[in-house]
Structures are given as structure tokens and as C-alpha cells.
């Protein structure tokens, strides 16, 4: 089954702050409605189907939130797969609107939490992190991505300076993006300098905690994005490996199939960037790196040769919750469209967009990705 | 030692425990005892979730069978191959140097 038809028509974020006032879950979620609708050019009358993810809505759920923003609804979901929840989403919104369960869909995740509320997530993020992670004292998932970090490092020979690199050039594209919470150049000295976090993750390397909010249209009939491909896997390995495949190595085939076309195509990439290690391993697996990654890091990263999360990335705009998981694919429709002021893209055609989320015990079960094609 | 789980019907060891096995679909399992794992990883964790921690806490993942991997504390760093032994505190897995 092809993607034609449906578009989306609208993609907006709400700025993301670090511990806002007078902020709530439930206003961000207003907030991301009516930007997106005015973005589209849509009126919320025409809405009729509505997929949220949060981590901080609860009690309530999409359908207190359709209550609190006057909707009627003939179709509703509610993601809770955290950095895939996007795609996740935009996947079966999509759907949706092709075979005609709903004309109009709002796709929106949005989170404001603070510490002890992360805090109380990951211990509480599964029964497994009940159980196995929480009496640790793990305090979260940077000391298990160190451990994944430092399997990357032995496997290919890098160093933090590496990574380093990584965090440098998203930070490069985040001076272009004025909703960025961090801006300012990021320089070497200061990234190796950064108090450590879990060895040998630093400052810059963990994402920060931001509340915010994110917000896509997918509907038929007016003008927008299109997917060319999408494609998901969770869970492929049982848990079983190292961390440093995902289950994107075994979609990125029959994703490039489906668009009818190769990782050299892509105008730019969004993936999802909780670490810097986890945007080499996605690249890699989507098929971007090849067999030298340090190579890739210094030849097409640094220079920015090949443009990865030209938003700055979570990295630099912050990590608002659930909203991460539409970041890149917000990101990626902006500059589809031509919208992206400072950081546009040159006539940016096409893009490829990753989604990764919902740790385990290890490292996170979920994998998607979908390959986006600009209106003509 | 610690204790992880054994498919009935074809030997697969896992842990944490699952509902039905992934290599075979079998759903009856037996509890089987190990006692020792060796540390593929050891990080030192020393802020976390908005501050720093007065001492730093280390964290291994260890092999404990094949394609079985588990996460304990350690009491302190430790040389990647190292073979430790295993026991829960309370809760809490922990890996400590055999003696």
C-alpha cells in the first residue's frame, strides 16, 4: 500500500524553555493545536481525528485532551513508545486519512516535567525498570547509554573527541534555529571539559530535560509533505545484543525500496539524537556511515557536509518528553518546506527521518523510520 | 548467585524473566542459578537527574550465559573481563570481586 493521498499539511513547536512558569502539559498541548492549525491553514472545526503522546497528560488521556479543546472526534490514539512515538503515529494517521476513518488528523505530543517527575518515570518506565534498573540507582538512562557509548567506542576505535564532534556540528546548526534553548558555538575544550555525567558521557553528551511541545497535520487534498516510505521494527532482538545495532539495520532495505531511492538522495536527516552515540548507530543503520566512522564523523558530519538534525537536534534544543519523538519529524517537514530561515537547507527535496525510543532493560526496543518528499 | 530463567522446552536461559520464550515460543520456564558473570562494561556514575552524587556509583553489565546479560552495581572499578561474583542485596543485583 502506497502513502498517496495524505500529507502533511501543517508542523510546528512550541518553543522549548528549561523549567518554565506558568506552564502546564495541558497548555502546551493547546498551544501545539493551535499553532499547527494556523501553520495549515486549517479550522479546528475540521478536525476529526486527534494522536497524542505525553508522559506528564496524565490522568488524563486523548480523549480528556479532545474534551478540553472542544473536539469531536471520529478517530483517536494515544502513543506511548517515547522517541518512536512520532512516526509511530504519523504511520498510522496516515492510514487513517487513506482509507477515510478521518479527514483531518492532529498529531501532537507534549511534556513539562520536572526532575522529581523524571525521576519517578524512569524508575516507574516499565515493570522491568521497576524491577531491575530503579534498585540500581541508575537514576535514568545516560548510565546505560554510557555502557552502549563505550561498546561503540572499543568497536570502532573512537574517542570522545568523536562525539564530541557529533555535539559540535548539531550545536553549528542550532545558531540557525532561534527555538534552540542552546545556541550559543559549542567548542572542543568545552565539551571535553564538561563535568561527566557517567563516564564517559559528559554534560553535552545527555540530552536536557525541557517541557515543550510539538504538533504535525496529516490530512488529504491540500498541499504538503508526502511519505514516500515508512517502515518500523521493535523489539528485533530480544534485548539480546549490544545496543549498537537497532532495528533499523533491518528496515533500511525495504525503506529505500519503497521510496525509490538511496541514502545519497536525502537532502538532509533527522534521527533521533538522546545520545550522540545513537545518531551514528541509526545513520549506520539507515546506511549513511559505511565501514570507517570516524571517517563519516570527521568527513560528512563536522563540515556538515551531510545535514543531521538541522534543528541542533535534542542535543541543543532539549528534550521535552514525548515531543522528542515528533522533533526531527517537525524539523524535517520545515525545511521540506522551505521554512526554516537560518538553517534552510538549499532546495531540500528530500529527507529521511528515524524515530528510537522506550527503553528496556538495556537500550530501547522501538525503531522507525519514514522517508519524506517536498510538495511540487 | 542469582537467579535467572530457563525455557522448559529448549534450554534458553533470560533475564529479566519473559512471558513466552523468544527463541522457541515456549511458555513454561524453570529457575536456574548463576553465580558468577564477566563485566563486558563498568561505568562510573556521578550526576544524575540534576545532581551530583557525593560518591560515585559504579554500574557493570555482565555476561552471565549466552546472549544473557545482566546490570549490577559494583563497589568499584574494575577491569573490563573481570569474572565477579553475583548476589542480590535486598533488591539490588551486585557484583563483587570473588574471593
Request: with cysteine; aromatic share 8%; glycine share 10%.
Given at each position: 500500500?502506497?502513502?498517496d ?11 522549548y ?5 506558568g ?5 502546551l498541548?493547546r498551544d501545539a ?9 486549517i479550522?479546528?472545526?475540521e478536525v ?41 503515529m ?27 517527575d ?6 516507574n ?22 555502557l ?13 573527541e ?11 546548526w ?10 550559543e ?7 571535553l ?10 554534560r ?9 511541545a ?37 528496515i ?9 531511492c ?5 537532502d ?29 564523523i570527521?568527513?560528512r ?8 538534525n ?16 515528533l ?16 538553517r ?16 528496556e532493560y ?10 519524506l518528499?517536498?510538495a511540487? | ?15 529479566p524473566?519473559?512471558l ?8 513454561e520456564?524453570?529457575?536456574?542459578y ?11 556514575l556521578v550526576?544524575t ?14 555476561l ?9 552495581r ?8 573481570s569474572v565477579?561474583a ?10 563483587a570481586?570473588?574471593?
Amino acid at each position: 500500500m502506497t502513502f498517496d493521498g495524505a500529507v502533511i499539511a501543517g508542523a510546528v513547536e512550541v518553543p522549548y524553555r528549561r523549567r518554565p512558569e506558568g506552564v502546564t502539559t495541558l497548555s502546551l498541548f493547546r498551544d501545539a493545536f493551535r499553532l499547527v492549525l494556523a501553520d495549515a491553514e486549517i479550522d479546528a472545526g475540521e478536525v476529526d481525528g486527534l494522536a497524542i503522546a505525553s508522559f506528564s497528560l496524565a490522568p488524563d488521556r486523548a480523549i480528556n485532551l479532545a474534551w478540553h479543546l472542544g473536539l469531536t472526534l471520529r478517530w483517536s490514539m494515544e502513543d506511548t513508545h517515547a522517541g518512536a512515538s512520532g512516526i509511530n503515529m504519523l504511520q498510522h494517521a496516515v492510514r487513517a486519512v487513506q482509507c477515510g476513518d478521518a479527514s483531518v488528523v492532529v498529531v501532537v505530543a507534549a511534556d513539562h516535567q520536572l526532575p522529581g517527575d523524571f525521576t519517578d518515570m524512569v524508575n516507574n518506565f516499565s515493570s522491568v525498570a521497576r524491577k531491575h534498573l530503579a534498585p540500581l540507582g541508575y537514576g535514568g538512562p545516560n548510565a546505560l547509554f554510557s555502557l552502549v557509548t563505550q561498546a561503540h567506542m572499543r568497536k570502532w576505535g573512537l574517542a570522545r573527541e568523536d562525539y564530541g564532534a557529533v555535539c559540535m556540528a548539531q550545536r553549528a546548526w542550532a545558531a540557525g534555529n532561534p527555538l534552540a534553548v542552546y545556541r550559543e558555538p559549542l567548542t572542543m575544550d568545552a565539551y571535553l571539559n564538561a563535568p561527566m555525567v557517567a563516564a564517559p558521557l559528559g554534560r553535552f553528551d545527555c540530552v536536557p530535560l525541557v517541557s515543550g511541545a510539538d504538533a504535525i497535520v496529516v490530512t488529504r487534498g491540500r498541499p504538503g509533505v508526502r511519505l514516500r516510505a515508512l517502515r518500523a521494527r521493535h523489539n528485533f532482538d530480544q534485548q539480546d545484543g549490544d545496543g549498537l545495532v537497532t532495528g533499523l539495520r533491518g528496515i533500511a532495505g525495504d525503506l529505500w525500496a519503497e521510496a525509490g531511492c538511496d541514502p545519497a538522495a536525502m537532502d538532509l536527516v533527522s534521527v533521533y539524537d538522546d545520545y550522540p552515540v545513537m545518531v551514528l548507530v541509526q545513520l549506520a543503520d539507515l546506511g549513511f556511515v559505511g565501514d570507517d566512522v570516524k571517517w563519516f564523523i570527521a568527513e560528512r558530519l563536522a563540515p556538515r557536509g551531510l545535514p543531521v538534525n538541522t534543528s541542533g537536534g535534542q542535543l541543543s534544543v532539549g528534550q521535552a518528553g514525548a515531543a522528542g519523538g515528533l522533533h526531527g519529524l517537525v524539523e524535517a517537514v520545515t525545511q521540506l518546506r522551505g521554512r526554516a530561515g537560518g538553517r534552510q537547507v538549499p532546495d531540500a527535496r528530500l529527507a529521511a527521518v528515524s524515530g528510537y525510543g522506550m527503553v528496556e532493560y538495556r537500550y530501547c526496543l522501538c525503531a522507525n523510520a519514514v522517508v519524506l518528499e517536498r510538495a511540487v | 548467585m542469582i537467579e535467572v530463567s530457563g525455557c522448559v522446552a529448549c534450554g534458553r536461559r533470560l533475564f529479566p524473566a519473559r512471558l513466552r520464550c523468544p527463541l522457541c515460543g515456549g511458555f513454561e520456564f524453570l529457575a536456574f542459578y548463576v553465580e558468577a558473570g564477566t563485566v563486558e562494561g563498568v561505568t562510573s556514575l556521578v550526576h544524575t537527574l540534576g545532581q551530583s552524587l557525593t560518591a560515585p556509583v559504579y554500574l557493570g553489565v555482565l555476561l552471565v550465559a549466552e546472549n544473557v546479560r545482566v546490570l549490577a552495581r559494583i563497589d568499584g572499578p574494575v577491569e573490563i573481563g573481570s569474572v565477579m561474583a553475583l548476589s542480590f542485596n535486598g533488591e539490588t543485583l551486585i557484583a563483587a570481586q570473588r574471593t
